[in-house]
């Protein structure tokens, strides 16, 4: 039995991207801590549509900020995201597609799993 985090499904968490790397803990994976206040949990395949709707709330993750390592998100990129984004965007039917293996398990405690596999894209 693995001691790391889980995943949605219950699984070891899988890492969601290294390029580009991603996750709060730029480590490639969708882990969260103390730190963490967004809670970046929910592995997602960014689209145009999505990357216009979190810039019309105020988060543009398309333009690069180097101070923080995000080097900027294109359509098609995977990402860790927050948990409430997703949520957000979900409830405006703007919601990415999610790598449920890469899905940490504590994004169920804000969205039903029901959600993610409505959007889940097709498993590696």
């Known amino acids: 039995m693995s001691?790391?985090?889980?995943?949605?499904?219950?699984?070891?968490?899988?890492?969601?991207?290294?390029?580009?790397?991603?996750?709060?803990?730029?480590?490639?994976?969708?882990?969260?801590?103390?730190?963490?206040?967004?809670?970046?949990?929910?592995?997602?395949?960014?689209?145009?549509?999505?990357?216009?709707?979190?810039?019309?709330?105020?988060?543009?993750?398309?333009t690069p900020r180097p101070e923080y390592e995000f080097p900027g998100l294109q359509p098609g990129d995977q990402w860790c995201l927050c948990v409430t984004r997703w949520k957000q965007a979900l409830d405006a039917g703007r919601a990415p597609r999610v790598k449920l293996e890469s899905t940490h398990i504590s994004a169920l405690e804000f969205v039903a799993l029901e959600d993610l596999q409505r959007h889940a894209v097709a498993r590696d």
């Open 3 to 62: 001691s790391g985090p889980s995943n949605v499904l219950g699984d070891p968490l899988r890492p969601c991207c290294f390029e580009p790397v991603t996750g709060f803990y730029r480590d490639g994976y969708c882990r969260t801590g103390p730190g963490d206040v967004g809670l970046h949990t929910v592995c997602v395949e960014v689209t145009a549509e999505f990357l216009a709707f979190s810039q019309s709330r105020g988060n543009d993750l398309s």
